[in-house]
């Protein structure tokens, strides 16, 4: 069984986590074997109806008295322990902040490798991995062997995509109790607060414009922010911007910040360093404003207005109204 870490919000399973459930299908059909989901939290169970779509035979929620909130060491032991009772050849994690957390502890507990944000993994006649995956932000692709009893590896985000499987039925439901002491509960998550952020999260967003050095100052983000709303989506900034002092930083796009996946990103007066390119690689388009033609950003652009953004933007946002 290929073991996936789903993460979900009230029972329904974020992007990434479908991500990776795309990377664990295809390691699933090289090794003849199924797909499983390992899924935490009170609502966990009622992910069951839409895991089965993407190719999920069997869901397994974690359930303890004392897990009513996320905490890493518990999590990743639960994950160990589970694995050794279900003997899975392989567990699949969501290169996110808290899968890698969750993989790494368990990568401890079973005294296994990890190998994170992988981009690609295939398997080797010898039954060991092949993997591939972005290292020093995106500016090279490394290659290895992972040869283990249990593989844990991480999809890097938005590099698979969501597809659903071709299946039919509905993924079955079953209960597993780990086995928990106070030291692996130490750290665990207390309560939530909500930010007093605005709009949609970066993340989500299907329409991304994003601003750099070229702005100018925080003032000049206004231009930005009403192509934004015109166009129903959310404003991010580099990390130029964003040490500058324009910008908090929730709104950074990049290898320290957010990754966004958007239909189309509108990147104004950003230069398009390698760092800010990991973040936004996974936008299905990209439109680059930019004075300077042979800026990074316009090389790697889908669509490029070599132009001033303080005259680019503001007409761009009246031929929108003209035309809404």
């Keep these: 069984m290929i073991l996936t870490l789903v993460e979900h919000d009230a029972g329904l399973p974020d992007e990434v ?13 090289a090794e003849d074997t199924t797909v499983g989901a390992v899924v935490f939290g009170d609502e966990g169970a009622g992910t069951a109806e839409e895991l089965a779509p993407y190719g999920v035979d069997e869901v397994h929620h974690v359930v303890h008295d004392d897990l009513d909130g996320y905490a890493p ?11 050794e009772a279900v003997a899975a050849d392989a567990v699949v994690a969501p ?55 249990t593989k844990l590896v991480s999809a890097a985000e938005h590099e698979y995509p969501i597809e659903k499987a071709d299946a039919e039925g509905e993924a079955d439901v079953t209960e597993f109790t780990p086995s928990l002491d106070d030291a692996q509960l130490r750290v665990r998550v207390d309560r939530v607060e909500s930010g ?80 800010h390119m990991v973040g936004c690689k996974g936008a299905e388009t990209i439109l680059a404003i930019n004075t300077d033609p042979e800026a990074a950003i316009i090389q790697k652009a889908d669509w490029a207005v070599v132009g001033d953004l303080h005259e680019v933007v503001p007409e761009l946002n009246d031929a929108i109204r003209a035309n809404g």
């Excluded at 986590?17 to 295809?26: F, V």
């Excluded at 518990?74 to 160990?80: K, Q, V």
């Excluded at 290169?95 to 079973?110: F, I, K, W």
């Excluded at 580099?238 to 040490?243: E, F, K, Q, V």
Aim: hydrophobic share 40%.
């Design 95 to 149: 290169g996110t902040d808290r899968g890698h957390e969750v993989l790494s502890h368990a990568g401890v507990t079973l005294d296994q490798p990890m190998s994170a944000n992988c981009i690609g993994v295939d398997v080797a006649d010898d039954g060991g991995y092949d993997i591939r995956r972005n290292r020093w932000g995106g500016s090279l692709i490394e290659h290895a062997t992972l040869d283990a009893d």
């Design 196 to 275: 007093d952020q605005e709009g949609i999260p970066l993340g989500e967003a299907r329409v991304v414009v994003g601003g750099g050095r070229g702005v100018g100052g925080p003032d000049d983000y206004d231009q930005l922010e009403e192509l934004a709303d015109l166009l129903g989506g959310t404003v991010g900034a580099s990390r130029a911007a964003i040490n500058e002092g324009w910008r908090p930083h929730d709104d950074q796009i990049g290898q320290t910040g957010a990754k966004i996946s958007p239909d189309i990103y509108i990147a104004a007066g950003i230069s398009g360093a390698v760092q």
């Design 73 to 83: 060491e518990a999590w990743g032991d639960s994950l160990a322990q589970l694995v």
């Design 17 to 29: 986590s479908l991500e990776a459930l795309t990377m664990a299908r295809e390691l699933a059909a």
